[in-house]
């Protein structure tokens, strides 16, 4: 069965940090765009970050450039995302994505995969 699983949230407190693990079964990572999403409650899904599969280039929400940063570990067979100086409104269920095209994922938050999430709060 295909799957996608998202690990490493929790509550921290405001400029603290996190790092979120995706991992998969049934499927190599490194074949397909990975992007991270987050949605805050009453608020849309949004981008925070994808990593393309050929160059393994990174791009960032405006949001969290300079304080996140996505990774590959193709012997890990996972994806990660270092989330540091958090923030209250970085409270979010974050979610990672599987897709084999840059532009459906990253552009219109469409996805072959998606992982079932896991909640991020950042508070004092």
């Known amino acids: 069965q295909l799957q996608l699983v998202e690990a490493g949230g929790g509550l921290v407190q405001p400029g603290g940090s996190l790092r979120l693990s995706c991992t998969a079964s049934?499927?190599?990572?490194?074949?397909?765009?990975i992007g991270w999403f987050r949605q805050a409650p009453g608020k849309e899904r949004e981008g925070v970050s994808v990593?393309?599969?050929?160059?393994?280039?990174?791009f960032y929400a405006q949001s969290v450039k300079g304080r996140f940063t996505m990774s590959r570990n193709s012997v890990e067979k996972a994806v990660y995302l270092h989330m540091n100086n958090l923030k209250p409104e970085d409270t979010a269920v974050y979610y990672c994505?599987?897709?084999?095209?840059?532009?459906?994922?990253?552009?219109?938050?469409?996805?072959?995969?998606w992982g079932q999430g896991t909640q991020v709060t950042v508070s004092s």
């Open positions: 994505a599987a897709d084999q095209n840059f532009e459906r994922l990253w552009g219109s938050d469409e996805a072959d995969y």
């Open positions: 049934g499927l190599d990572l490194d074949h397909y765009v």
């Open positions: 990593v393309s599969r050929s160059t393994g280039n990174t």
